[in-house]
């Protein structure tokens, strides 16, 4: 889901689970990733399309990003209102996002410095 489709970040306690809830824009612009080879034990090729009719090897048509994404609150190994607080201040603060791929990220979430 990219970030600039994400319209809101909200915790939900009120059903048998806490959940996360991401809202998003609609987007075509998240795709799966790239179709494996499909070769039978022989090594031979089974079939040169795949069922979505993409060659085999080329890059998955793209998917629709759903308009919210639910994240069970048990499923991250952080604490769940940590991660529900990075997830809200990186929506709240697109200047960091550049840091979601390095150590201060890391060093941000560690000390808190989540608004």
Request: positive net charge; glycine residues 6%.
């Amino acid at each position: 889901m990219p970030w600039d489709a994400v319209l809101d970040v909200r915790a939900d306690g009120t059903g048998d689970q806490p959940t996360i809830e991401v809202r998003a824009a609609p987007s075509d612009r998240s795709r799966s990733g790239t179709r494996q080879d499909d070769r039978s034990r022989s090594g031979t090729r089974q079939d040169d399309r795949s069922r979505s009719g993409t060659r085999q090897g080329d890059r998955a048509p793209a998917l629709t990003v759903p308009a919210t994404l639910t994240v069970p609150a048990a499923w991250p190994a952080a604490a769940p209102e940590t991660v529900y607080r990075t997830l809200r201040h990186y929506l709240r603060h697109p200047a960091d996002r550049g840091e979601l791929s390095g150590v201060a990220a890391v060093a941000r979430v560690r000390q808190q410095r989540l608004n």
